[in-house]
Nanobody, 127 residues
Framework: QVQLVESGGGLVQAGGSLRLSCAASGRTAFSSVAMGWFRQAPGKEREFVAAIGESGGITYYADSVKGRFTIFRDNAKNTVYLQVNRLKPEDTAVYYC???????????????????WGQGTQVTVSS
């Protein structure tokens, strides 16, 4: 089992930046868990944002955030981060971190393949 707690969300103007953090705890070794970030805006489905492999050597991004967002992890601190730059109003959403020991290179974007979820952190971008 893995417990996840996000932090770092907030209200920011368009063009601004935030760093989201997700701290993991539990009996499962964090370094054995692939991690992802998803987001959900009001009235919309949850969508994939970014994912990172267990060691941090492989990353994946949604086309909508590529070049603006960076996912990275510190396994010594049991934490995964999402650096979000050049924010746009359409980035407004609740951002969730998620963990999985099942995802592969072909399934990293599927939220149903993630077993552990945080409570979410709100990101609001004003125009």
């Amino acid at each position: 089992q893995v417990q996840l707690v996000e932090s770092g969300g907030g209200l920011v103007q368009a063009g601004g930046s935030l760093r989201l953090s997700c701290a993991a705890s539990g009996r499962t070794a964090f370094s054995s868990v692939a991690m992802g970030w998803f987001r959900q805006a009001p009235g919309k489905e949850r969508e994939f944002v970014a994912a990172i492999g267990e060691s941090g050597g492989i990353t994946y991004y949604a086309d909508s955030v590529k070049g603006r967002f960076t996912i990275f992890r510190d396994n010594a601190k049991n934490t995964v981060y999402l650096q979000v730059n050049r924010l746009k109003p359409e980035d407004t959403a609740v951002y969730y971190c998620a963990g999985s020991r099942r995802v592969s290179s072909g399934t990293y974007y599927r939220f149903r393949d993630y077993d552990y979820w945080g409570q979410g952190t709100q990101v609001t971008v004003s125009s």
